[in-house]
């Protein structure tokens, strides 16, 4: 390995494209054209990222397998962040198993981790769990140290921890700082700050309020009936009945848990249920079979009351009920929330996110646009979406270093 690659690698590694390029510009042999590859990663560029990792992959010579390996780490880590969730992510598994079996056990935990991150975006938080596990946090290159943290706070996130959350972020703190490179540490600080702000609304026939991160666990811990409007889920305890795949159920319960400890009118229930501004007798006889279905769907957490003028709710333990909506309620929130994120997201990706079909994703992509929420670039599989107010994309790519001759 040549002085050059070896500075420039360095250079990478500390997050200084600008002094990389200096050494490997105007160098075509393939570990010169694979950190130029990284350099414009981090600079944004990542287009040209890509060709430039896939010229090297083809250029090192069939004895050069690690070498290869790393650059489809790198071509994975940019698929990550541009949000595309399937093609080079696929191939991350072989070329993780290819750089353990020739002892080059950084990148091939930088590789674990990097799977652990896309398992966070999609949902699968105990699968992204386990692979954090398996990683040996030592053999991780520093830079690398602080996405792990991030990725395990986000686990604690969406598992509703909150201390596991505020441990896992001082610790991503702590290895951005030791790192030294301010992207990471800029990427951290993101993160906090949305830790501290508002997590969720509480609504109870009195009012609503917003709630803290903290406030959430609690409520969740407590002895209440919650309808979580977040996850469209009903708990109480350690108990909970879904109701995501069963809208009116869950319109129902909601409009039933913000009037608690009072009844709900038929009229009101008709409105709430099926948007019907003047109900007919086809809509009430509805009604009636979809409170039966309640019933009966709600019966191990509360009963169901019929009044003179409707319903009312009677949980069976609980001393309380609450409502858990999220802080903004308005159409497609679920895909704002992710875009809130600062990446761009093809269509593809949020629907593998969402669990939707493609154009589920796309029609709600289209409705956003013609509001003005979200805007597009790129035309084609190219297509990226992003809401309005963020610039481009943030430089906090991380990548391994070096990437040299194996």
């Known amino acids: 390995m040549d002085s050059l690659i070896t500075t420039a690698a360095r250079a990478l590694a500390a997050g200084d494209p600008l002094a990389a390029f200096k050494q490997v510009a105007l160098r075509d042999d393939p570990p010169a054209l694979a950190l130029r590859g990284i ?177 959430v666990e609690a409520l969740m811990a407590s002895d209440a009936l919650l309808v979580d409007a977040c996850r469209n889920v009903v708990r109480a305890g350690t108990s909970a009945v879904p109701l995501a795949g069963r809208p009116v159920l869950f319109a129902l319960t909601r409009a039933l848990a913000e009037a608690w400890p009072e009844d709900v009118t038929r009229e009101t229930l008709l409105t709430r249920a099926f948007r019907a501004r003047e109900a007919d007798e086809s809509h009430r006889a509805r009604l009636r079979v979809e409170i039966g279905r309640l019933r009966k769907t709600l019966k191990p957490l509360a009963g169901l009351n019929a009044t003179r003028r409707g319903f009312v709710l009677k949980p069976h333990g609980a001393t309380t009920v609450a409502v858990l909506a999220p802080p903004v309620e308005e159409d497609h929130a679920e895909v704002l929330a992710l875009l809130a994120d600062g990446e761009a997201w093809s269509s593809s990706a949020l629907a593998l996110a969402l669990d939707v079909s493609a154009r589920t994703a796309q029609r709600a992509l289209e409705a956003l646009a013609e509001d003005g929420k979200v805007e597009s670039f790129g035309r084609g599989r190219a297509c990226r979406w992003l809401t309005p107010n963020v610039p481009g994309f943030p430089t906090s790519l991380l990548l391994p270093a070096p990437l040299t001759r194996g």
């Open 39 to 215: 350099a414009m990663a981090q600079l944004g560029n990542l287009a040209r990222a890509k060709e430039l990792l896939r010229s090297a992959a083809r250029a090192f010579g069939p004895k050069e397998a690690t070498a290869r390996a790393r650059c489809v780490v790198a071509e994975a880590e940019i698929a990550l962040v541009s949000r595309d969730l399937g093609g080079p992510m696929q191939t991350l598994g072989a070329a993780r198993a290819t750089l353990e079996t020739n002892g080059d056990r950084a990148n091939a935990a930088h590789a674990g981790y990097l799977e652990a991150r896309r398992l966070l975006l999609i949902g699968r938080l105990d699968e992204s769990e386990r692979s954090l596990d398996e990683l040996d946090l030592d053999t991780l290159p520093l830079a690398s140290r602080t996405g792990y943290w991030l990725v395990a706070a986000g686990i604690a996130i969406r598992r509703i921890r909150a201390e596991s959350v505020r441990a896992a972020l001082d610790r991503a703190r702590h290895a951005a700082h030791k790192a030294g490179i301010p992207a990471l540490v800029a990427e951290v600080d993101r993160a906090s700050r949305a830790f501290d702000a508002p997590a969720a609304r509480l609504i109870a026939r009195e009012g609503a309020r917003l709630l803290g991160f903290g406030e």
